[in-house]
């Protein structure tokens, strides 16, 4: 049984709804009242994932500079950092529970997504 059944269009159609969504939802959930530093990195992190989801090697994407394989490498460091930034920080409430769904749900996501691409080469 393949657990890899996420293919890049998918894939890709997830990141970027995500990606708009760590750069709105700090702002309604007013992340600022508890940390302003999880408001901000949330914010960072939507904008960098746009960005590299804009020049990964897959369907949904701008140009193709990086692949994809790199791409996920890239995710799942971002699903750690969230998992582990609320406890660095100190952060709780909404943003620290914000952090650790969004952070479980890019590891899943990295690891049920298949990584062969052959939509765009870098």
Do not use: C
């Not at 997830?14 to 600022?32: E, G, K, R, S, T």
């Not at 952090?99 to 052959?118: Q, S």
């Amino acid at each position: 049984m393949n657990f890899r059944f996420v293919g890049d269009k998918i894939h890709g159609i997830l990141d970027y709804v995500v990606a708009i969504a760590l750069v709105i939802v700090p702002f309604v959930l007013n992340f600022q009242a508890v940390s302003p530093f999880a408001q901000w990195f949330s914010v960072v992190a939507g904008i960098g994932l746009f960005i590299y989801s804009l020049i990964t090697g897959y369907s949904l994407s701008a140009r193709a500079l990086i692949s994809f394989r790199l791409h996920l490498a890239l995710d799942f460091i971002a699903g750690i950092a969230f998992l582990i930034t609320p406890f660095i920080f100190g952060f709780g409430g909404t943003p620290r529970t914000i952090y650790l769904v969004v952070g479980a749900a890019v590891i899943l996501l990295v690891f049920v997504t298949d990584p062969n691409v052959e939509a765009k080469t870098p």
